[in-house]
Structure formats: structure tokens, C-alpha cells
């Protein structure tokens, strides 16, 4: 073999500099270090091969490829390996709406209020919050595991596929203020996250995300179930009502403990549950932050939320305390 060219590092790749295009450093490749963060260098472990499994990994770490891989933080969150310096696990920060990474069969949307399943534009279904009979008291979350979910084979599924359409007419700013509401409800729910700390450092996982256009009586959250709490799920109307269109975001905290319940559905079944410790709702107003007087830190976002833990068979709709954000 002839070398045609010297290169002044060690390389683990065969491609040369130039296969990598605008996705420098290239689709085969990406940077790693040492355990002390020191030492950087061209790294091919722990990246999918082939392409689609790729796009997969870069998808749950929130979107580093924009428009090959959306963000998916919220899809797989629960099945991601906490990143060791900062002892949480990549969330989502360019949050899609249900509707954009699908609804599962068991789902509230599905279940409760007889929508039609469907599929995200990945081919997959997004996580749910779940109660099950024969664990009282607890609440989980109900979510397709990083590790058995097959982009290979999505693609190659005429059944299933990508389909990118269902994101067509997510315009900047739109993603833009998904992105500025996302940042202002983890802000107001996490103790933890000060004005000196990035959001991206918090715990809560952003299970739930709907746009709302009327915050009226037709208003409803699909995406909790009916019996989670008392006969309905019209508590969560209750609290100062907005009057600008929005989002309704629901997060939680996984119960992490020892003895904590963290299992798949079944043997072979690709979706898992963990157990919940806190579960927030939030109802927030939608800005423009395209324009200046939207943004315009005088003008804040209105918004209410309110914060469940405990025994969750035992709280009373009408106790919950709401608090304006």
C-alpha cells in the first residue's frame, strides 16, 4: 500500500480528513479523551454502524446533526448511561412534541381518549407517564431502551420507515421558543439549576411535551392519564389560567433508589418502565423570541406549574398546590 500523505497524529480511522465534508470530523469518527478529560483525540467506539444506528446515538444526545437527527433526548433518556463529570444523562434541549415522535398503543393519548396510534419520524414512540395495577401508589414512565430500539431496521420496514414530513413545518421559531419555554420551566421547577448553571445540567427528564392553542374548558392533556389522580384529569385545568397559546410540559424525577423499579415490559419487549419520585406539570405561554418585545426580559413568560410526589393514589386533585413561575 502506498501512503500519499504523513499525518501528525494517530489516526483510527482509514478515511481521509476529507470524507468527513460539513460533518467534520466525519460520520465514522468523533472525539474522545482520557478519564481526566485530557488527551483529545479521533475516536470510532461507541459510535452505530451502519448510518442509521449512528444517526440513533446522535439523536438521544439532543441533535448534534440538526437536520439528520432530531433530537430524541426525550425518547430515550431513560436508557441513557449518565455522563460521569456531570452525573446526569443527556436530556433533550430542542424538545419535539408528542405528536412528532409518536404515540404507543398504552399510551394515555392512545388508551384514555381513543386517539390513533402512531410512529415518530424515527419510527419509534415516545415515553408515557403509566400507573399499574399491581404496583400501588407509584407512578412510572413507559419508554423505548436505546439499546433495543433497531434504526436498521426501521429504515429498511416499508411498514415503519423515517419520515421526516412530520417535521416539515417546524420553522426557527418555533424551535426557538420550544427551546426558550423548555429553558424557562426547568429554570422555575429545579432548586438545582441557578442563574450561574447551564440547563442542560438537570436531573428532570421532559417526558410529555403538547401544544396548546386554547387554554379553555376545550383544553385537554392527553398525556395523562384519566385515573392518574381522582375520576378525570380535569386537575389540570385547575391554577391561573394563561391566555396565550403554549405548551404543556410534564417532567419527572426517576426514583433512583435501591429497590426502585426499573424492568422491561417483557422479555422481548423493546419498552421499558422506571419508577417516578416527582412528577411536574407545567403550563406555559408561548413566545416569539424572534421579536424583540417577546423576549424582552420585562415581559417574563406566565406560566403555572405544580409538583406531585408521595403516594400517588392518595393525592387529592383538589389539595394540589399551583404556583405561578
Known sequence: MIVNFE?????TTFL????????????????????????????TFGLGSPFPEDMKL?????????VTSPDAGRTFQGGL?????????????????????????????????KNNESLGWDGEQGPFIQKIPQEPGKCFVNFTDIARADYVANCLDTNIGFDMSKLRHLDSNEVLSRMDALRHCVRTIDSKILR???VQYTKYWLVNATAVTDWNDNFKAHCIPISFIGNDNNW???????DK??????????NDAKGSIDRFDCKYSKRRIQ????????????????VEEERNKRKPYKMVWCSLKGNFDQINPDNIKWRNG
Open 7 to 11: 499525518r501528525d497524529y494517530r489516526a
Open 275 to 290: 419508577e417516578v419520585k416527582e412528577l411536574c406539570v407545567c403550563k406555559i405561554e408561548k413566545k416569539n423570541v424572534c
Open 196 to 198: 450561574s448553571k447551564k
Open 245 to 254: 397559546e403554549g405548551y404543556l410540559f410534564v417532567f419527572v424525577l426517576i
Open 16 to 43: 481521509p480528513d476529507s470524507a468527513s465534508g460539513i460533518f467534520y470530523p466525519g460520520w465514522d469518527a468523533t472525539f474522545s479523551s482520557d478519564e481526566n478529560g485530557e488527551g483529545r483525540f479521533f475516536a
Open 236 to 242: 389540570v385545568k385547575a391554577g391561573n389560567r394563561l
Open 58 to 66: 446522535c439523536a438521544a444526545a439532543n441533535g448534534m446533526w440538526p
Open 81 to 113: 448511561e449518565a455522563i460521569s463529570v456531570y452525573n446526569r444523562k443527556p436530556s433533550t434541549s430542542i424538545p419535539l412534541m408528542d405528536e412528532e415522535i409518536g404515540y404507543h398503543k398504552d399510551s394515555p393519548y392512545v388508551r384514555d381518549f
